[in-house]
Nanobody
């Protein structure tokens, strides 16, 4: 079992930045690929970013490239999502997730074995 707890969400003005954190406990964090997803009201949960177990390989939703950055610190059992130049359409609940392997399916929700409870990000215009 892996427990995931997100933090760092909040209210920010358009153009601002936030850094989300996801702290993991339980099994060895470094053996899991990690991902971030988001879900806006009335919409499906969508892929945001993913990172390989040791880092060094990342994937992003195309529309977010250049604004969002995923990273991890295996010594701290934490994955991060740095979000810059935020827009009102980035408003959503953001979830982190853990997957036992890093594959070409990292954008699919079914790839992930464990999920956090989510943290709300609200971007005002």
């Amino acid at each position: 079992q892996v427990q995931l707890v997100e933090s760092g969400g909040g209210l920010v003005q358009a153009g601002g930045s936030l850094r989300l954190s996801c702290a993991a406990s339980g099994r060895t964090f470094s053996s899991y690929a990690m991902g971030w997803f988001r879900q806006a009201p009335g919409k499906d949960r969508e892929f945001v970013a993913a990172i390989r177990m040791s880092g060094g390989a990342e994937d992003y939703l195309d529309s977010l490239k250049g604004r969002f950055t995923i990273s991890r610190d295996n010594a701290k059992n934490t994955v991060y999502l740095q979000m810059n130049s935020l827009k009102p359409e980035d408003t959503a609940v953001y979830y982190c997730a853990a997957a036992s392997s890093y594959t070409f399916r990292m954008r699919g929700r079914d790839t992930y074995d464990y999920w956090g409870q989510g943290t709300q990000v609200t971007v005002s215009s």
